[in-house]
């Protein structure tokens, strides 16, 4: 692909192709071998020859030509592959040969749309620990808003009167009827019976509901919870790396890390984190560094005028200290 991306950005290349589109040429023709053999510039044959017998076609967006893979021309191994890889060109041979949008609009009905992201919910669901998970993970989020959102050209709903399309309603309707086993269509049929009580228009309680649909869905595949964990191990690992760094936090690992007391967190809220070891309610949003119910190693230090501090150490094996005030008869 990138050896062939090289020789197409040629400008002399992309200025012979411009010429054969200002001719009224047909832009099939760039990739049918009879076609190709009747062009009389020898250079621009041999590039699109070799495109073509290589598994690859040619496009073109806004005036430049590029190649694309032609996932077509691959079904003929289907017989030869294990399961998850013949789903796979399947599912992307429809990609190729029809895709879904052009020019930021849509370009097959709504109904297609529901269709393909099942069928690509389906590969993640049944396999997934295959090798091509994440492309076709790539390409559900890209259905799924979509599905929810529209395009730019084709928006779900308009962008002046907050109506759902006529047509989109439809195609979401009959496809939520088809009693399909999957998790888009039952999110899909929770999101079109709150539609119908704002009379199809786009409220911002079904805006902020579309938004967490999305969460909800992809969240619901097992492989969706290792990338989590993967990327927290990832995290893990930065932490310790500047925790290396920080004379802060030596200073505060060698002066409090041999204490062993421990503290349980009672709350840690929006703008509101509460310990067992003091009656101080701390008005700063740590979610996420501690978690509600677990103990964690602490010290209090105590200084002039009623000043005091606890440094506790936070999942992540980082020392903070919290600072408050105590009065003095």
Excluded at 39 to 67: C, H, I, N, Q, S
Excluded at 189 to 212: A, I, Q, S, V
Excluded at 220 to 247: G, H, P, T, V
Aim: net charge negative.
């Amino acid at each position: 692909m990138s050896r062939l991306e090289e020789k197409y950005f040629d400008d002399k290349i992309q200025g012979k192709l411009s010429e054969l589109y200002l001719q009224d040429f047909n832009p099939d023709s760039l990739n049918d071998i009879v076609s190709i053999n009747e062009m009389e510039d020898a250079e621009t044959k041999e590039l699109l020859l070799a495109t073509v017998r290589a598994g690859f076609k040619v496009e073109a967006a806004e005036g430049v030509f590029y190649p694309v893979i032609n996932y077509e021309f691959y079904k003929r191994y289907i017989p030869y592959l294990t399961a998850d890889y013949s789903d796979y060109i399947k599912l992307m041979a429809l990609e190729s040969s029809t895709p879904p949008a052009a020019d930021a609009a849509l370009v097959i009905g709504w109904d297609q749309l529901i269709k393909r992201a099942v069928a690509q919910e389906a590969f993640l669901r049944e396999y997934p620990e295959s090798i091509k998970i994440d492309e076709v993970r790539v390409l559900y989020e890209k259905y799924l808003n979509y599905v929810f959102y529209g395009l730019n050209n084709t928006p779900l709903f308009d962008y002046d009167t907050k109506r759902m399309r006529e047509e989109a309603r439809n195609g979401y309707l009959d496809m939520t009827r088809a009693g399909l086993d999957s998790e888009l269509i039952r999110e899909l049929g929770l999101f079109m019976n709150l539609l119908n009580g704002n009379d199809c228009l786009l409220t911002e309680e079904l805006d902020n509901y579309r938004k967490k649909i999305l969460e909800n869905i992809l969240f619901s595949y097992e492989f969706y919870s290792q990338i989590l964990k993967d990327k927290l191990r990832a995290m893990q690992k930065n932490i310790d790396i500047l925790k290396e760094e920080s004379e802060i936090q030596k200073i505060h690992e060698s002066n409090y890390g041999g204490m062993y007391q421990m503290t349980g967190l009672l709350r840690a809220r929006e703008n509101e984190l509460l310990f067992d070891a003091v009656e101080v309610v701390f008005p700063v949003n740590y979610k996420g560094h501690f978690t509600p119910g677990k103990r964690y190693e602490y010290y209090i230090d105590a200084a002039m005028g009623g000043r005091r501090s606890i440094m506790v150490k936070d999942d992540f094996g980082v020392w903070h200290s919290f600072n408050w005030r105590e009065s003095i008869e």
